[in-house]
């Protein structure tokens, strides 16, 4: 899809295989406090969108760890932060970040994994718990359980930060993920179908509806196609109790897709 | 001479070596025809943009609105490689010679879709692209030669009946960035070549040379040296590295005698700090003697541009009333936003208007020169612009219908939120100071019929995402384009209505173009890794 393309596709005109010099980058652990002071002023600037602001997650993860998942090493971090990971959300910066502050970049995420990371409130078991009693299962699949509206869970905790796994319950409209656009198409026999966007080119949309039915509609045959932007199917948990929402929160960031 | 007469005889010219014209034949032939865009009556496309004028307008009648929806395809052929095929294949001589990335040619048979011959010019991974796919846009063809630029930057001249290589000869060094995806322009026994690298620092220039031997017979810088004309436009040595490349393929008056040819934005893109001043000759249309390649004129869309609108898109050259006064116009529908017409002879700025959504301009002095709105330069924090970086438009070709009068463009809406970073220059690497962050979701795309005259819309085909995809006018009253979802359609010229489509299963990133074969009209165009010809079935 559109969007999914975009995701993945950074800057200009161009999906481009950056080259990344062969020199041996600098041990990030050189960085002086100069570096790491310019590379967190780059992070505000470029990273923050989806990191969070001190990198403590948002749609992309939490940074406050220690080991990153993509980034055994400081020149496996250096490379990802200069050209992103394909297949992935994660954009090249290629075009914005010159080797040096892509370095200082990499050395101010380093210097947040060895901040002590706020450890969440909850209980995981208890939230495990309110995913089953909720009907999580109803939306999303979860290693290889569940339906297929939202989007898949088991990694999610991997994916996203905890702040934007919170908004997503309480305020999911505002959250929702790429791929997951919701549109109304209103026939010229005044039916209305409204969902989320599975496909769409010049001459059809495909919808699925909250049933999980997909719908081929050719265009010809609508009045109205309307994008919701800020439109979600996912309903709002903010009825559940402060605690039950930490558990909740607690239990969907610890989904790492560990076994 | 009518222009079927000028076809053939470019036709002939092409087989030469056979026929023994000499290419100063071709000067005169193309010297004397009033109108270049009827070069392809005979049913040839002999040049990227199907004319000198950039109509991408087929003269071909078979086609209508009439029996469009019975048009179906007759072959499809996969070139080696990977990646988008971006090109716009020419036919001459009864053989198609199309392109792919990152840099091969074959000649098909029109018939059956066979290759004749293929030929690759070998491309290590480690040849830089700073700032654009690994694609290649087409060939130019003259006196049986192809003339294709390779992505290592180099110019090569291809025989065209075997593929055998005639010359190559370097324009620019790849490792500082330089490369060449447009195709060149075959112009009075000169082959013009634009290069690529305004991500990279380069310098810019477009070049000339001869068709038969390869020398470099003018070099234009698009970027002046301190001294020269335009050159108190750029502070210090900011020059050096001042961008302003000519990564698409130009228009011809053979008339004037002047090549038309868009530069691209300076460097650094988004950070103008170090060039403060209007940094000519980038984001500009430059009019070029062809004999000389020296400029007789410019007109700079944008002046110090921040937001990577550089104005390689195609100049479109029309013959056409302005307020009552019949002009020769040459028309862009530039990537900042807004529709420009100047007088083609001097340059001057007869016309402009926004086509689009843009969000950066009150709108143009009496001199076409953008009053600015504050505050919408590039911005450490993020500035919120429209249009996106990648414009209102971009490189995908916009076609003319002398039969309707109308410019139809391929048009992005689209805003971005636009970065500021440092930047250092490092041969080779990117030269930019920023990035964008698209604003996808609420993005759109469309084919917009303007009104030449007046810049106004006339008719708009709006599409699910920003388009890619190049837009061909036709003596039939057809508009055909296509989509990033893979759609490849046909629309009334007139109104817009869409008459007819295929899915071609990959995004289409090229412009359609049309020819004769067996005397029946084609149509072909890329569409993902492949390129589909149609036809209408045989009457039975």
Known sequence: MTRHLGASC???????????????PRSLATATSSDIGAGQRIFDAQCAWCHGAAGTGGTGPDLHRTTLRHAANDRELTT????????????????????TMAWQTAAYVR???????RSLPGSVEHGAALYDANGCGGCHILRGRGNALGPELTTVGALRGAPYLRDALIKPEAAHPPGYLVVKATT????????????????????????????TLEKSDLSALDRELDATLMPSYSRLAATDLDDLVAYLASLRGGR | MTGSEVARGFSRAIQSRSAGLKPCAICVLLATATAASLLAQDGQWLMYSGSYSSHRFSPLTQ???????????????????????????????????????PTNVAALNLKSGKPLWEWSRPIAASVLNL????VNRGVAVLDGTLYVGTLDGYLVALDAKSGAERWVTQVGENPTGHAITAAPLAVEGKIIVGISGGEAGIRGFLDAYDAKTGKLVWRFWTVPSPGEPGSESWPGDSWVHGGGATWLTGSYDPELKLLYWGTGNPGPDWNGDS????????????????????????????PHDTHDWDANQIPVLVDADVRGASKKLVVMANRNGFYYALDRRTGEYLLGVAYAKQTWAQGLDAKGRPLLIPNMEPSEKGTLVYPSLQGSTNWASPSYSPSTQMLYVPVREMGSIYYKTAVEYKPGTYYTGGSEKRLDEESWGAVRALDVQTGKTVWDFKLPSPTWAGVMSTAGGLVFSGSPEGNFFALDARTGKPLWQFQTGGAIRSGPMSFL????????????????????????
């Open chain 2, 275 to 302: 060039r403060k001043g209007d940094n000519l000759y980038t984001s500009s249309l430059v009019a070029i003697d062809i004999d000389t390649g020296k400029a007789r004129w410019h007109f700079q869309f944008t």
């Open chain 1, 111 to 117: 210097s947040l994994g060895r901040a002590r990371g």
């Open chain 2, 63 to 101: 086609i209508t609105a009439a029996n469009v929806a019975r048009l179906r395809p007759v072959w499809v052929y996969q070139p080696v490689g990977v990646g988008s095929v971006e090109t716009t294949p020419v036919v001459a001589d009864g053989v198609m010679y199309t392109t792919s990335g």
């Open chain 1, 80 to 99: 990802i932060v200069r050209n992103g990971i394909p297949g992935t959300e994660m954009p090249s910066f290629a075009i914005a970040l010159t080797e």
């Open chain 2, 517 to 540: 074969a067996g005397g029946k009209q084609h149509v072909a165009v890329a569409g993902g890794h492949a390129l589909f010809v149609f036809a209408l079935p045989d009457e039975r």
């Open chain 2, 131 to 134: 700032g654009f796919p690994r």
């Open chain 1, 188 to 215: 010229t026999a005044g039916n209305v179908v409204r969902g989320i966007r599975v496909n769409e080119d010049v001459f059809y949309v495909h919808v699925r509806d909250a049933r999980g039915t997909v719908h």
């Open chain 1, 10 to 24: 950074f800057a200009a005109l161009l999906c481009v295989p950056a080259a990344v010099s062969s020199a041996q």
